[in-house]
């Protein structure tokens, strides 16, 4: 994993980083993350990262309440 080259650590899934992401899934996939986004109103980002923080911790929302217990 590459280090941060930023002073702060990101909290949140940046647009770019999503749009990455996206384009290396199926394209079901792409289509089922879009049609979620639209349904309940937020960036297609948020719904990958909410996607993966409750991957990670099934009580979180976003990836700043994720709490992986490994």
Same mark, same amino acid.
């Given at each position: 994993? *590459? /280090? %941060?080259?930023? @002073?702060? /650590?990101?909290e949140?899934?940046?647009? +770019?980083?999503?749009? +990455?992401?996206? +384009?290396?899934? /199926?394209? @079901? &996939?792409?289509?089922?993350? #879009?049609r *979620?986004?639209?349904? &309940?109103?937020? /960036? !297609? #980002?948020a !719904?990958?990262?909410?996607a993966?923080?409750?991957?990670? $911790?099934?009580?979180?929302? %976003?990836?700043? $309440?994720?709490?992986? *217990?490994?």
């Amino acid at each position: 994993m *590459r /280090p %941060s080259t930023e @002073k702060e /650590p990101l909290e949140h899934l940046s647009p +770019v980083a999503a749009w +990455v992401i996206l +384009v290396a899934l /199926p394209t @079901k &996939i792409q289509e089922a993350f #879009e049609r *979620r986004a639209v349904e &309940i109103e937020y /960036p !297609v #980002e948020a !719904v990958i990262e909410m996607a993966l923080a409750g991957f990670l $911790d099934n009580e979180s929302l %976003s990836f700043t $309440d994720c709490q992986p *217990r490994y």
